[in-house]
């Protein structure tokens, strides 16, 4: 189950809406074995593309950087889809490298609702999971 404060929550919808039409995407840091997420790091999308996303190699190369000093871990990492439903694709599914990560997804096809779903992905297999919106001191994940 992914835990997640409203803050967090609201942060991963603002990004996507602000990105729309194309596709959003980051992570939310925290503290490394924790499993809380903490920390949310917009990123640019290389492709500036409705229908994929790319982290920025250097972008990367700092945030991964950043966490490193600061002792933390991607615990979320998170993206949007414009046109299609919030589960992941082949392409999504193919580049799911981190597996302690919750993978979130925000769908932003429809105007004044939104599609928020977390999954796990290890080894081309796909679980998705419940997200539960907690108190900020709730949101450890334990």
């Not at 302690?100 to 105007?111: C, F, I, K, W």
């Not at 004044?112 to 977390?118: A, H, I, L």
Request: with cysteine.
């Amino acid at each position: 189950m992914l835990k997640l404060s409203q803050q967090v929550y609201d942060a991963l919808v603002a990004h996507a809406r602000r990105d729309h039409p194309d596709e959003a995407c980051g992570l939310v840091t925290g503290p490394a074995g924790s499993d809380a997420a903490v920390r949310v790091v917009p990123m640019a999308n290389a492709e500036r593309s409705p229908t994929f996303y790319r982290f920025d190699a250097a972008e990367q190369l700092k945030v991964w950087r950043e966490m490193d000093d600061r002792d933390e871990e991607p615990v979320v990492i998170y993206h949007s889809h414009t046109a299609t439903e919030a589960y992941p694709s082949r392409t999504d599914i193919s580049y799911a490298s981190e597996p302690h990560a919750h993978y979130v997804l925000v769908s932003t096809r429809e105007p004044e609702s939104v599609e928020f779903r977390s999954y796990r992905i290890l080894e081309g297999v796909v679980t998705e999971e419940p997200v539960q919106i907690v108190d900020p001191a709730e949101s450890s994940g334990t």
